[in-house]
């Protein structure tokens, strides 16, 4: 069985050491993570990962999910006492506003939680991942009355929520949706329409499931400006917030899915279901997006927890596996062979892995920190800078983390060679669940358009310009340092490169969108490569400074981060080039030569 | 279901105008496909793939291969007829030497049927490649005896081979094989261990199965020198050519794998089973090799047969999928949406597979013909130009075709969102079988050391020599057109580009292996770029000497190359910098830090 030690001396380094998470004890929740408190948090969660879910992710990879006659779901065997445990431990709301019964604690601390169970158990941490973005979505933008009947029991675990935006002909291109909400006297709605890939849409891990909907109020505006947002449990709630009649919506059928088994992603049949309108009318977009923000920043955050335990477990084989010399003389002489991480080819395939996913780590809980400043931050020009931050970094984290997080895994898989095929020894589950982090929340693509067409633009480019400021202080109050030098020039080479990039786009892609648009993916990968780029740097001084403890930690993390300089930051010359070509050639084709 | 039509148009193309196979109708079997003879053997190649094989490729993937009680193996629904209808047809000792019943076409012809199979069912397909890897081992090892008793029936199909190196302990490190072969007094050997991941080692599919197998003779030198290769059928042959007794081996069970499920993967166990020396004792590995370079290329082909489906049917559902408006204004406004093939990121993904795929068909094809002139050109200095490009492209067409097949694959997969995810789409079958193409017959790390290792270098390197100096003598012929200047100039681009490495390597990688070792990978990345950029300059070349009939297969042709020199091409240059890292980051952390 695959083994998992969840990273904590990493994270917290980064929340502690790099981050300096501890500054912010002023703000709602940092209070409650000082001292030895969040090394116990980190533990806590780490053993429920490690002890709990892990042990059930391969279950849940061979038994999938089942739907029953009565169109009830049955989740994989040990997932429900799982969840038991999960709710009744807390972690359920573990970020959430103690008004309604959260913890309020960081959301950076949350992320880390929830990377450690993303990799012991991807397709079991969707279930509550899915409820704190709907949730999330209800505070953002349902009234008080919806938040005190729905929340409380959210926060808690007890109830589950999800997201209901894609139908058949509509995924991408929402203003497709056909879902029509029918306006009752009573005020509520009636919803009616066909719901496709919804994660964990029925299951038997909740008493009830609160359904986020996307439709269309009869006689709204055509398009995209017509959608609204409902609330549509699945069982009605009575206003003692007892459960009351079964809603009109169930599961039609489960998926047959590459991966992430042991999440039922149904097909969900609203014939004539209440729903609750959440905010206004035809302005659903608006709230859905804060759900699925707090989403995109938790599917990057799996593709780098996919990195952590295939190379994990890649290590424990390279480290088991004895076949033929190192090239420089035997290494174990008294075994038959040396273990196979003493041939170069094996450590580039670790080392990418590794220089990828601790780059990663940093960036995610960086861009996460600024999640904590912009709901907690009393100071208004904080708050700004981290709404700016938040907007331009989700699509670069989600997109940028699962595209290379999937490079890892595979890297990983082919670390076991032949082994790496067969299912027992879980690489191929990782390297399936993996690949969906891809697609799902937006496609790669639509990120790499939401950051060229939307975020870069915003403000006049407020944020991507607040960003290169910031880095250009680091470069300048780091420069003096000799032990500092490289991490210093590679990310002046980075920086460089990433705002020759933005001056091209500015110049090409404004006039010319189709420019913008076929240089948008090349955009985003130097610009995560930029992104990990200063986040190598920051850790490097955070090492740097700890180094006199002689703790192998920090020197160790110092040569990880030359290797990334060496042989991850020459990418950035190859995405700048493939920026610059812009649309021709892409487009020079005919439909018809297709 | 996926769609799959075989790629005979390209394949001629590249067979008549890139590489004029006719211009060898001097040679053995040349002669067999003048005129329109080649178009009828594969347009009957394409039916078969097309009509018989695809059709059952899922089945094969949904019910795998079953073991029964008895030992026995059953094929999925479909494999049995498939298997006779490809005997029937003659397909299996297509390029076979007439002597022995085989049909004496080019190898490059079968080639290119081998692709097809391998696209429309690449688990099916494997059965039959390994078998005329075994035979071909016997052909250039075996006595004539022996050639005589077993070669006729395996080049019709009626009795199939396998391969069996790996043992549990062993995979790359043969040396490490405990198989042991115990000298009768009959000249024959028992033969006693345990063989894993044997393809196709038991199957209900033919009468009898030779198994190749390498094992150690009692009291032999110890290492990969005492290494000797038996047959060992499962039915013993009588000399009347006969079954006789059933040997003492059987499967011991199957592989439960993440694809090629129609393709029984065995544990085989040898009980005293009775084997017949091949060739000398304690050589097998020589003769094993003989086997491993053909199914290298096999491989590799697999690698571009998964990206040919997989692309077919990214574009077929870019043409049918509707989603959001082009960016330069609605291309059907009388649909509710576009077709995504007009958005610039959708076109980047399947145009770096074309780029891809086009490229890699050529390389693989040219190489191919080289095994031709290998065995059947008269002239000694052929042959040996021959021989050194076998030796030195082998590995570079199974890694890099391999590598880029799966990002193809998953490429492609990713142009469906959602919908590539889901397994009756088809995407994630040709994924997750294009997987397990990077690790068999020698992982591709094992390509690329074989490659600096052992293939630069060999006589003084007069095969890479010989290389740069065929491109430059095509780039002194061609440079005078001016409509392959931009070809030209990329290909003098990235021949001094994999130049510079080479003398990096000559340099760095003789005094220290270490950093030949380290720069292995992105060392034969820069020469698959290389390779496939020299192919489409010869393309080039052709379809503008084609260019006057005005058909549009030429432009496009010429269109897909101008992609691959502004968006493929560049790659050379991260490549090179990789190279030139060398050892130092990789190996810079100690065992005990990972």
Redesign the interface.
Known sequence: MPIFAAPVRDQQFLLEDVLDIHRYSNLPGFADVQGDVLGAILSEGAKFAENVLAPINRIGDIEGCKRNPDASVTTPKGFKEAYRQFADNGWAGISADPTYGGQGLPHVVALAISEMSSAANMAFSMYPGLTRGAAEAIYAGGSDAQKQQYLPNMFSGKWAGTMNL?EP?????LG?IKTKAVPQADGTYKISGQK??ISGGEQDLTENIIHLVLARIEGGPEGIKGISLFIVPKYLVNDDGSLGARNALECGGL?????IHGNATCVMHYEGATGYLVGEPHKGMRTMFVMMNEARLGVGMQGLAQAEIAYQNA?AF??DR???RA??GA?RPDL??D?I???????????DTRAFKEGARAFAFWTALYADLLHRSPDEAVRQKADDYLALMTPVVKAFLTDRG?KAV?DS??VF??S?????WGM?QF??DA??A???EG???IQ??DLVGRKLAANGGRAVFTFFNEVEDFIGESNADPALKPFIEGLRTAKDRLQQATNWLMQNGLSN??N???S??DYLQLFGLTALTYMWAMMAKAAQAKAPTGD?FYG?KL??G??F???VL??T??YL??VE?G???????D?E??
């Not at 170069?344 to 670790?350: A, E, I, N």
Request: glycine share 6%; proline share 4%.
């Open positions: 894609t002909q509509c995924g991408t291109d497709l496709i890939w998926e047959h899915k590459m991966g290590v390279a480290k004895l076949q033929s090239v420089t290494k038959p062979a273990p991480l003493v041939h170069p080819d094996v450590r580039r395939m670790l080392m999937l595979s898989l082919q060679g032949g790496g095929y067969v299912e027992e191929s390297m399936r690949r969906i891809l697609i799902y496609t790669n693509g790499a358009l969108f189709e913008a648009a076929a948008s993916s192998d160790n040569k990880t030359r290797y300089l060496d042989r020459p990418e010359a190859l080039t493939k070509t649309a021709e050639a892409m487009m020079a084709l439909l030569a297709f």
